[in-house]
């Protein structure tokens, strides 16, 4: 199966901006989705953003909606979040999650492979 790791997250101040990257490994005969997710603690994870296999378009939480980006490098098999506009709410442990088939959900079920997490933290 593949493993994700995730890296980028940092302390920022309100309006700043920050870009999460999701480096895949291993190989896989499967197709899969990429999705992020975050997490605050005493609250549900969330999806933030995720983005199909067979056509790249873009889901996002209406909280997070024009604000944030996911873009892919294939060559150095990385996915990334670009947030910005940063608000104190999008505070929370950032995972990236893999999901089989063509099309990514929102919800954290059906992800299979997660990364470790990287934490965000907005101050205002």
């Known amino acids: 199966q593949l493993q994700l790791v995730e890296s980028g997250g940092e302390r920022v101040q309100s309006g700043g901006s920050l870009r999460l990257s999701c480096v895949v490994s291993?190989?896989?005969?499967?197709?899969?989705?990429i999705g992020w997710f975050r997490q605050a603690p005493g609250k549900e994870r969330e999806g933030v953003s995720c983005v199909n296999y067979v056509d790249n378009v873009q889901k996002d939480a209406e909280s997070v909606e024009g604000r944030f980006h996911m873009s892919r490098d294939n060559a150095k098999r990385t996915v990334y979040l670009q947030m910005d506009n940063l608000k104190p709410d999008d505070t929370g442990l950032y995972h990236c999650?893999?999901?089989?088939?063509?099309?990514?959900?929102?919800?954290?079920?059906?992800?299979?492979?997660w990364g470790q997490g990287t934490q965000v933290t907005v101050s205002s």
């Open positions: 291993g190989f896989t005969r499967e197709i899969y989705s």
């Open positions: 999650a893999a999901r089989r088939g063509m099309f990514c959900a929102m919800s954290a079920a059906g992800y299979s492979i």
